[in-house]
């Protein structure tokens, strides 16, 4: 049985997918399953098992009629079984439409029904993992859904460990900070950008309460103004760049807490464990985190991040 999942979306998203894919792989085990992500997505497969290829194809890209149709190519020549869809748009849907795969599942919503053997309800609502794992409906898999979880390459926790050694970080264990500055998330009007100010007084709480904790900051590729201002402020900080995913979720594994915005490191620090606090602006938290002791998402009254007072997160800091 070939099985095919097209997965529009981020990093995050593919975690949050990741317990739909392996619950999938629990009941087909010797399925073969491919997922067609966004290029920016691909590199999260590096911690998921229950994959055994990953294609790319930018959804969001202006794609013409030669670009569907190489891809409608691709899906056709693999012969997939069973096909479904995180995405709601209608092109996709047609497209998988067109592939002619037998059973083709997807969100209904509507006249795009027509497009999906398996239509299934859309429950926007609730937690996206859980979302997305009402896709398994249409394969007439009913069960609860598992909590989010990655496997990280022996190489990438050596490669972790290194680092903190490197870092000098002594057994104790460390705060992990992520900033969360994304040009991306800039160009979509999307808030979830705290002010680095408000950063530096909750890092000279944490310096006056606990001065022996070391302080880390993850920097991302869109990160180093952000890392620069806070340096500046506190030349004791300590700074990690992993160059994967791997070693991103190995490095966040080794933290006694992991502070950030909505972002694919909040995500993985849900799926290895690692208790965090995380800070939202409009985006609702409960749709992003999971309901579950060490998670804790702090909602800004007015909508805006940059409205979380310091004085809350030490609150959830010193109370957690």
């Known amino acids: 049985m070939r099985i095919l999942a097209l997965v529009p979306g981020g990093i995050g998203d593919q975690i949050l997918f990741f317990p739909t894919l392996s619950q999938l792989k629990q009941y087909y085990p010797k399925a073969e399953i491919d997922v067609i992500v966004?290029?920016?997505?691909?590199?999260?497969?590096?911690?998921?098992?229950?994959v055994d290829e990953v294609l790319t194809f930018d959804f969001k890209d202006r794609n013409g009629l030669a670009d569907f149709g190489n891809l409608l190519g691709v899906i056709r020549d693999r012969e997939y079984d069973a096909a479904m869809t995180l995405g709601r748009?209608?092109?996709?849907?047609?497209?998988?439409?067109?592939?002619?795969i037998v059973r083709r599942i997807g969100y209904q919503a509507g006249s795009r029904d027509l497009f999906f053997t398996n239509p299934v309800p859309l429950k926007t609502e609730q937690y996206a993992a859980h979302m997305y794992h009402d896709l398994l409906l249409g394969f007439g898999i009913n069960v609860p859904c598992q909590e989010l979880a990655v496997r990280v390459p022996k190489s990438d926790i050596e490669w972790a460990e290194a680092k903190q050694q490197q870092l000098d970080i002594p057994e104790i264990g460390y705060i992990l900070i992520h900033g969360g500055s994304s040009k991306l998330a800039l160009s979509q009007g999307i808030d979830k950008i705290y002010p680095v100010e408000?950063?530096?007084k909750i890092v000279e709480d944490i310096r006056q309460k606990q001065p022996d904790l070391p302080i880390v900051l993850l920097k991302g590729p869109e990160d180093a103004e952000w890392c620069q201002a806070m340096i500046e402020y506190d030349r004791d900080l300590k700074v990690t760049a992993p160059e994967d995913i791997g070693k991103l979720a190995a490095m966040i594994a080794g933290a006694n807490l992991m502070l950030c915005t909505d972002s694919a490191p909040m995500h993985l620090a849900v799926a290895v464990g690692t208790p965090t606090i995380a800070l939202f602006g409009p985006t609702e938290a409960k749709k992003l985190l999971p309901v579950k002791e060490g998670v804790y998402g702090i909602q800004s009254p007015?909508?805006?991040?940059?409205?979380?007072?310091?004085?809350?997160v030490l609150e959830q800091i010193w109370g957690s």
Do not use: F, H, N
């Open 38 to 50: 966004e290029p920016r997505a691909k590199g999260a497969y590096r911690v998921c098992q229950s």
């Open 89 to 100: 748009r209608w092109s996709v849907g047609l497209l998988l439409w067109m592939t002619g």
């Open 198 to 200: 408000k950063w530096q």
């Open 302 to 312: 007015s909508g805006r991040i940059a409205d979380i007072k310091p004085e809350t």
